[in-house]
C-alpha cells in the first residue's frame, strides 16, 4: 500500500512539472510568440546565430519539442535551410539542458513569490503582461513539483525493491537506456525525465545512462507529429532524432567515466550537469558535420514531385443539392487557395532573402492559380440549390468575400510585392541591416495572420477572430515604427537607406494592405456578436 500512494505521488508531481512546462510555454507564447518565432526565423544567417537562436526560443518555450515543431514549420515553407535548422536544434537542445540548471538550481523558497507575482500579472489586459504572468506561474508549479518529487520519492530510495530493481538496471545499461527512453516520450519531454532521474538515488554511471535515453526519448516526439508533413520537414525530425541517439548510444560506454568525473560537481545534480554536458558535446561535435548530415538525410528522404492541375479539389457537383456538403466543400478549396497564397508570400521572401529572382517565377503560375481557383468557388456556389436557409446563404457571403479578398492579396503580391523584390534584385540593392530585419519580420508576422485567418475562418471562433483584430493594431505599430525609423535613417544619411527608400517603404505598404485583407475575415463574425464598432473592436 506505502509503495502504491508513492507512486500516485511521484505521478502526481510530475503531472505537476509537466503542467508548469505547459503554462510556460503557453505564457511565451502568448507574450513572446512573435519575438520567440522572429529569433528563429531571423537567426538563422549564420551557423552561430541559428544556435543561439535555438537556444533563445527553447528558453523562453521550456521545450525542445515545441522549439523543433516551430523550426519544423519555418523549414516545411522553406523559410530556413536545412543545415542552418539542424543547427537550430542543436542549440534548442542546450536551452533544454540550460533549463534544467536553473530550476534545479535549489530556488524553490521563491516559489510563492512567483506566484503571487505571476497570478498579478496575468489578471492584467496586455497580452505581453498576461502571458509572462502565465509563465511565472508556470515557472513556481515547476519548482513546487521538484520539492515534491523529492519527498514522494524518498520513500522509494529507501526501499529494498527499489534498490534491488537499481541494481538490475546498473547491470543492464542498454535496458535502462530503452526505459529512460520510454519514460521521456511519456511525458513529451526530455526536461522532465532528466529531472526526475535527478530526484532518485542512483549510481553514478546509471544516472548518465539514463540521461541519455531520456536524450532520445524527447526526440521522438517531433518525429511522430511530422509524419505527415513535407520531406524537407521530416528531415529535420529525423536528423535530429539520428543525431541524439548516435551521441547517445557512442556515448554509452564511457558512462561509467563521465559518472565519476561529475560526482562531485558542486552547482547541480549529477543528471543535469551529465545532460549539459552531453547537449554541449554533441554540439560541438555535430555542427561541423551539419552539411554532410543534410546531404545524407536528402537521399535518405528525398522531395517528392508535386503533382496537381487546375481542377478544384473540393467542389463536386453531387453536393450542390446538399447546401451543408457544399459548403463545407467551398470551404475546403477557399482553405485550398489560403495555401497557395501562403506559398507565393514563401516564395517571394525567398527571393527577397537571396536576391534571386528565381523563385518569383512560380509566384506568377500561382497567381493564376489563385484567379482561377477563386473563380470555381464563385461559380459553384452560384449554382447551389434555391432550399438553402438564411444562415447558409450569410455562410456563401463568408466564404465568397474571403476568396475575393484572398484573389486581391495574390494581386498584391504579384503586381506589388514581386515587383519591389525584383528591382531589387535588377539593381543590386543593399539594404541596412536594420531595414532588411524590420521588412522580414514583416514578412513573419504576415504568416502568422495569415495562419490565424485561416483557422478564424474554418472555425468563426469569436476570441481567435478577437485577436486578429488586435493583431491589426500590431500590425499598424509595426509599419509606423518601420517608416519612422527609415526615415530617421535617412536623415542621418545611411547609404544603403537612401539607394532602397522607395523599395522599403512599397514593400512596407504591400504587406500591410496583404494583412488588412486577412484580418477582414474577423469582421463578420465580431459584427454578428456586437463587438464591432466603426472598425474597432469594443470591449467586452
Known sequence: MASLLAFIQIGGAVALLLFGLGLVRDGATKAFGLRLKTAIGLGTRTGGRAFLSGLVATLGLQSSTATALLTASFVDRGMIRGR???????????GTALTALIVSAGIEAISPFLLLLGYVMSRRDNATWAGTGRALIGIALMLVSLSLLGAAT????????MAGFIVLLDQAWPVALLFATGLALMCSSSLAAVLLVLSLDLPPGLAVVMVLGANIGGAIPPVLATLQSKAATRRLTVGNLAVRAGGALLAL???????????????????????????????????????????SLRRLLPDQEPQGDNAPQWLEEAALETPQMALAGASRQALDIGDVIERMLDQTRVAFRKSDDAPLAEVVTLEQRVDLRQQQVKTYLSRLGRGATEAERRHTINILDYVINLEHVGDIIDRGLAVQVRKKIGLQLRFSDEG???????????????????????????ELARRLMELKVEIRNLERQSSQRHLIRLREGVEETRETSSVHLDILRDLKRINAHFISVAHPILDEEGLLFESRLRGS
Not at 267 to 277: D, I, K, N, Q, R
Open 84 to 94: 542552418m535548422a539542424q543547427i537550430v536544434l542543436l542549440g534548442a537542445n542546450v
Open 154 to 161: 524518498q520513500p522509494l530510495r529507501a526501499a529494498p525493491a
Open 436 to 462: 532588411y530585419k524590420e521588412l522580414d519580420t514583416m514578412f513573419l508576422q504576415t504568416f502568422e495572420v495569415l495562419r490565424l485567418a485561416q483557422t478564424v475562418f474554418m472555425t468563426r471562433d469569436r
Open 253 to 295: 560506454p564511457f558512462a561509467g567515466l563521465a559518472g565519476q568525473a561529475l560526482m562531485d560537481m558542486p552547482y547541480a545534480g549529477l543528471a543535469v550537469m551529465a545532460h549539459l554536458g552531453f547537449n554541449l558535446l554533441l554540439a560541438a561535435l555535430v555542427w561541423p558535420l551539419a552539411r554532410p548530415l543534410t546531404r
